[in-house]
Antibody, heavy 119, light 110 residues
Framework: EVQLVESGGGLVQPGGSLRLSCAVS????????MNWVRQAPGKGLEWVSY????????YYADSVKGRFTISRDNAKNSLYLQMNSLRDEDTAVYYC????????????WGQGTLVTVSS | QSVLTQPPSVSAAPGQKVTISCSGS????????VSWYQQLPGTVPKLLIY???NRPSGIPDRFSGSKSGTSATLGITGLQTGDEADYYC???????????FGGGTKLTVL
């Protein structure tokens, strides 16, 4: 069974940092491109970042570029999102999502981890 | 402001059919595959349609997708109260080098 389990969310002050993790199981992690997608409370989905299977290609949304860093450890079946200089508008549920069959097509999603940026 | 444009809401009676539109541009829908997701209240998004018009295993054929030029459409027939959810279109934008989603459409089954 495919599973994606995020962790690392919580309450952080503006300007602070958090590191999200996504532990996967049930598939060959090293064969899949992975993404982070977020959803602010009561709002729609927003794509955040992409990393290729080998970490050779990385993309970010303009809203997080220069502040967030995506990475992965294929030996540990884990995906990460280092978030620095956090802002109020980064408050959201963050999902890791597996890309399959086509660019930006997400067939499996984690349950999400809530990040709240507030003083 | 989302890159892809969806109507905020649609509604129809049980048993009827509804369509949800998703409008984009040549850099996204026009030259990339479109996906559709269903998000039931309080749950994680679920893939409904991939590569414009394909259903993943387990998705009933009441759900269909199509694409023409820079627009895509999700169709749902035989509406059920359990279909009440938010629906999102998504694709890759080659100019932005970024994933993009529509703003979401809330479906109400009256």
């Amino acid at each position: 069974e495919v599973q994606l389990v995020e962790s690392g969310g919580g309450l952080v002050q503006p300007g602070g940092s958090l590191r999200l993790s996504c532990a996967v199981s049930g598939f060959t992690f090293s064969s899949y491109n992975m993404n982070w997608v977020r959803q602010a409370p009561g709002k729609g989905l927003e794509w955040v970042s992409y990393i290729s299977s080998s970490s050779g290609t990385i993309y970010y949304a303009d809203s997080v570029k220069g502040r967030f860093t995506i990475s992965r450890d294929n030996a540990k079946n884990s995906l990460y999102l280092q978030m620095n200089s956090l802002r109020d508008e980064d408050t959201a549920v963050y999902y890791c999502a597996r890309e399959w069959a086509a660019p930006s097509n997400f067939d499996y999603w984690g349950q999400g981890t809530l990040v709240t940026v507030s003083s | 402001q989302s890159v892809l444009t969806q109507p905020p809401s649609v509604s129809a009676a049980p048993g009827q059919k509804v369509t949800i539109s998703c409008s984009g541009s040549s850099s996204n829908i026009g030259n990339n595959y479109v996906s559709w997701y269903q998000q039931l209240p309080g749950t994680v998004p679920k893939l409904l349609i991939y590569k414009n018009n394909n259903r993943p295993s387990g998705i009933p054929d009441r759900f269909s997708g199509s694409k023409s030029g820079t627009s895509a459409t999700l169709g749902i027939t035989g509406l059920q109260t359990g279909d009440e959810a938010d629906y999102y279109c998504g694709t890759w934008d080659s100019s932005l080098s970024a994933g993009v989603f529509g703003g979401g459409t809330k479906l109400t089954v009256l």
